[in-house]
């Protein structure tokens, strides 16, 4: 028989069951219901549940079909109006479990349901202590060795990995764990924890946490939950809104919580403690996975959840909570990518707020765990021997179990000093060396700047003097142009002198007109007439000027004194001779001289007179 989905809901008077069975044989069908059973068969299907309330048939009971859906739904009223169904989600637990069909069970529950269901409400009212009592380690025989060995959900299994050690060799830790005690497992696992950490990892985590501040601002699906459950405080049947409301069940979960097999657990008071100590230990490697890849997980899903918890990777089995978050903390800190200790916390906080929400929302983790391992191999191994037990028995455990569980959890303390590995010794060190090598280098930096600075100086000194000494060079050069432009415009002025003298007396004697003109040579050598001043310019400007007078007087004259001035000169001797002005020296050694004419000017001879009287 086919076993179909199946959806329950309830409001304050009636439970509503919708089951899916498309080409049922609707002709042929039947439902029965009495106190908490319920049994429904339509050819294939068929399906039978334990309420976890009682219903009553008084004719107020209804019944539908959807033929295009396939659809049946059932409206059954409560036998107390206004009481609250739990665990209507927990579809496995639902199931009516299965009977053995062995002739004689090796293992029975004794006892009327009655009976049984005292024993846990007296169970419930029993006050929960966490920290049990802890016995020291005496040796054992080897002989009663393989009697000890025992792992697994409640440590129900030994064996398993005689036959698959070769298979699961790199699914868990430990070596021949059929053959290694619980406290052989805890020792070594502390040893190889120790030889592990790496403290240049986790102070590089530590100093540069940019990725780890990103990762740590990520909120998953249990913190909304959180606060919804919170803003819901005060309405009527908050316990039950909380539980129901505030987790959503895809359909895949709901077709694997179909596929479990229902199956009770005989666990002792000891053994119990261990189990919840176990899932805590579980919710924490899977918080710390879901934080750091941010809800998306990755083919390395498989591998962090399972390193990190201890009980997955060591088969270990803790007697109290904070030997549970030391060993999350410990391993965190050695083995997956990111170590950082906020990470610890955020793990430890996220944790406690998964069981403040009960067990859906602890077996919807569950779930999303089973369905890791699933699709890893051989990480499957993992599912047989923990996770689809705990899927199973979470489901008939009570909540205020688990609220209890949540409070003393909230109220254990971690600190780093716990973790053993000396990391606020390690801190400190590693601060004052940075805070050296930060001394160090402001000094570098100071000296660096110090030579720049130097440097700049020498250089902007440099540049002043070749700057000094080009505005010398500059200077000078100025000096010989102006010096060269002065004699220009002396020649320039001498020649205008020259004609203005010539002019009027060839007019007044006619005895020059095709006489050649000598051109007066008032030139100096270039390095003469870079050392005159502007005062001896002025001094040849004044004696132009009196030249320039004389000459006018002269014009003035009449032709009579024309002619004795060249009676005169005739005198003197008709051959006057005049040597010639040295101007300057050419680099090659070679001197240039000014060709004169030798003939006779009569503005020469007038001059030379002049300056010969002054």
């Not at 016995?135 to 064996?159: D, R, V």
């Amino acid at each position: 028989m086919i076993t179909p989905a199946f959806e329950l809901s309830q409001d304050p008077d009636f439970l509503t069951i919708i089951i899916n069975v498309p080409y049922a044989k609707v002709s042929e069908f039947d439902v029965y219901f009495e106190g908490k059973d319920f049994k429904f068969y339509a050819k294939p299907y068929f399906l039978r549940l334990t309420l976890p309330g009682r219903i009553v048939e008084d004719g107020r009971e209804e019944a539908s079909y959807n033929v295009d859906k396939g659809i049946f739904t059932v409206r059954l009223p409560k036998e107390t109006p206004g009481q609250y169904f739990d665990g209507l989600d927990m579809l496995t637990a639902l199931l009516a479990q299965k009977k053995s069909r062995s002739a004689k069970p090796l293992v029975e529950e004794i006892g009327t349901s009655a009976e049984l269901a005292e024993e846990e409400e007296e169970e419930e009212e029993e006050e929960f202590d966490w920290e049990i009592e802890q016995t020291p380690y005496h040796e054992i025989a080897e002989s009663t060795l393989h009697l000890q060995c025992c792992y697994g959900f409640g440590n129900l299994k030994s064996g398993v990995f005689q036959r698959l050690q070769d298979e699961l060799s790199d699914v868990i830790d430990v070596k021949d764990p059929d053959l290694t005690p619980a406290d052989g497992r805890r020792q070594k696992r502390l040893e190889t924890e120790a030889a592990k950490f790496d403290l240049d990892h986790y102070l590089a985590d530590f100093f540069e946490d940019e990725v780890i501040q990103h990762v740590l601002k990520y909120k998953p699906w249990w913190v909304d939950a959180c606060a919804k459950k919170v803003a819901s405080q005060g309405r009527r049947h908050q316990e039950h809104v909380s539980q129901t409301t505030f987790v959503s069940w895809s359909e895949e979960e709901r077709e694997q919580l179909r596929k479990f097999t229902n199956k009770s657990y005989l666990l002792d008071k000891r053994t119990r403690h261990q189990v919840y100590f176990s899932l805590i230990d579980i919710l924490l490697a899977y918080c710390y996975e879901i934080c750091i890849t941010e809800g998306d997980k990755n083919v390395e899903s498989s591998w962090n959840i399972r390193k990190l918890s201890a009980t997955l990777c060591w088969l270990e089995s803790f007697t109290s909570i904070p030997e549970v978050l030391v060993s999350f903390g410990r391993r965190v800190l050695c083995y997956p990518l990111y170590r950082h200790f906020r990470l610890v916390t955020r793990a430890f906080s996220d944790t406690v707020m998964i069981l403040q929400l009960g067990k859906s929302a602890v077996l919807k983790c569950l779930l999303d765990i089973h369905k890791i391992f699933r699709e890893n191999d051989p990480a499957y191994i993992l599912n047989d021997l923990y996770i689809t037990d705990y899927c199973i028995w979470i489901q008939k455990t009570k909540s205020k179990k688990l609220a209890a569980l949540a409070e003393s959890l909230q109220k254990a303390k971690l600190t780093k000093a716990h973790l053993g590995f000396e990391l606020e010794e390690l801190e400190s060190a590693a601060r004052l060396v940075q805070e050296e090598e930060s001394e160090l280098k402001a000094v570098s930096a100071v000296s660096k700047q110090q030579l720049r600075s130097s440097e700049l100086e020498t250089s902007d000194s440099e540049e002043s003097s070749s700057t000094s000494s080009s505005e010398t060079e500059s200077s000078d050069s100025d000096e010989q142009e102006s010096s060269t432009s002065e004699d220009g415009k002396i020649n320039s002025l001498q020649g205008t002198l020259q004609e203005e003298r010539t002019a009027p007396l060839i007019d007044c004697s006619g005895l020059g007109r095709d006489t050649d003109t000598l051109t007066l040579d008032v030139s100096n050598e270039k390095s003469k007439a870079s050392l005159q001043s502007t005062s001896v310019s002025g001094k040849l400007i004044e004696e132009l000027g009196k030249k320039m007078q004389t000459a006018i007087r002269l014009s003035e004259q009449t032709e009579g004194l024309a002619t004795a001035s060249y009676t005169v000169l005739q005198e003197k001797g008709a051959n006057y001779a005049v040597e010639p002005q040295r101007l300057s020296e050419d680099p090659g050694g070679k001197e240039n001289f000014l060709e004169v004419s030798p003939k006779e000017n009569l503005l020469l001879f007038v001059g030379r007179t002049n300056e010969d009287e002054d």
